[in-house]
Each structure stands twice: as C-alpha cells, then as structure tokens.
C-alpha cells in the first residue's frame, strides 16, 4: 500500500469548512482514496473514498488532484462533533485489498 | 446487526502471562484486521485475514498469533504477555465486492495493560 503524509493537526471554526489535505505521491494505479475518522476512543468511522472523480456524501467531499499525488477531504461545515482524528489511507481494490494500513492521521480540532 | 463485536473489552494481565482476544463478525466479510493504537498514535496492522484458514503479518507481528479457524472469528493471542504490549487493541473487517465501497468495518476496541 502506499504511505500518506498528512499534517499532525489542524484547527477549525465552527460552522466554517474544514479542508484535510493528505499526500500519497506513491499511489499506484489501483489504489483507492479513503478517509475514516476516530472520535475520542472509538474504533474508526469510514466516511468516503475515491479513486479518480470527486466524491460527495453526505458527511463530506473528496477532491482528488489529476495526478491522484493528493487529495482533500472537505467538511463543509464543521460542528464541535467533528473534532475528531483524521485518516487517509490508500488501498488497492478487490483480492488485492490485503493490507490496510494507517499512518498516525490528522488530529481536527473545531472550535466555537 | 451486530457488526464486530470484541472480547473482551478490557483485561489487565502480569508479564508472562497468556490471552486470547476474540473478533466476532456477522457481516460475511472476507478480510479481517488486528491492529493496535497506543496512546497519542495512529494505528499498526498486527495481522490480518483475507479468508477462512488463511493469515498474513502485517506491520508489527512479533509477540502475537493469531487464527482464523471460521469465517466469522479472527482470534489474536499473546503466549507471554509484555508490559508493551499494553494497548487498544480494534478489530475490523472487509468486504469486497462489487458495488461495495470497500469500507473497513470496526469493533468498539480492547484495553489491554499488561503490569
């Protein structure tokens, strides 16, 4: 799987949009996008990926650079709920999945 | 629909000391992860399933087994328990076909500290 680089932490007004870049220059061809997050102690919470295209959900939007080199997730408008810590993670797909790997993600902190 | 269910979800134990923890999942899921978070860190794939019978290392194998005798249960054992192997211990498994987005599925997590 490719690593991913992404910043230790970021900040965030409540109500304004949160953008979490994340670098994976190494990403293969087959590898998908994904983004989970962790609230406090929980186990992880998948919230979208993508391989080429943009993605939108109802939680959040992925932008995928051309080059696929990085990626943001996008929070449109962030809540006290959404502090939270950030993952991006590239996979490859189908029988290939095999290992998933995390780096140490992404610490967003919003605030009133 | 109980999704991954982890067991137990907190033990202490003494060095040298054995365990097993149990991962239990009702999806169907192929694939099946152990991975460990220590304080402030992300998390490290310990080993993992992409099937009944079968088991792979991942990242930081040493000082665990693991088995996968059915489909729905991944078990993760340490034979002789070390104080740094005290962690939060998630499970978490896979499903990939098509029309599936592929999304890692995980369990609530085990504490585990080991005196």
């Known amino acids: 799987d490719a690593k991913t680089t992404q910043p230790t932490s970021m900040d965030c007004a409540e109500g304004r949009a949160a953008n979490l870049p994340c670098n994976h220059s190494t990403i293969s061809g087959n590898e998908y996008v994904y983004w989970y997050r962790q609230i406090h102690s929980q186990g992880p919470q998948y919230i979208i990926h993508?391989?080429?295209n943009n993605e939108t959900n109802e939680m959040a939007s992925l932008i995928i650079t051309e080059d696929r080199k990085s990626s943001t997730l996008i929070l449109p408008h962030a809540t006290l709920r959404d502090t939270a810590v950030y993952y991006c993670?590239?996979?490859?797909?189908?029988?290939?999945?095999?290992?998933?790997?995390f780096g140490d993600g992404t610490t967003l902190t919003v605030k009133p | 629909n109980a999704g991954v269910t982890q067991t137990p979800k907190f033990r202490v134990l003494k060095t040298g000391q054995s365990m097993t923890l149990l991962c239990a999942q009702d999806?169907?899921?192929?694939?099946m992860y152990w991975y460990r978070q220590d304080p402030g860190m992300g998390l490290r794939l310990i080993h993992y399933s992409v099937g009944e019978g079968t088991t792979a290392k991942g990242e930081v194998p040493d000082g665990y087994n693991v088995s996968r005798l059915k489909k729905q249960n991944f078990l993760l054992g340490l034979e002789s328990a070390a104080p740094s192997q005290t962690s939060v211990y998630f499970c978490a498994s896979l499903r990939w076909t098509k029309g599936d987005t592929g999304e890692l599925f995980f369990g609530e997590g085990s504490r585990l500290t080991v005196l």
């Open positions: 993508g391989l080429k």
């Open positions: 993670i590239v996979r490859a797909a189908g029988t290939n999945a095999g290992k998933s790997t």
């Open positions: 999806m169907n899921h192929e694939y």
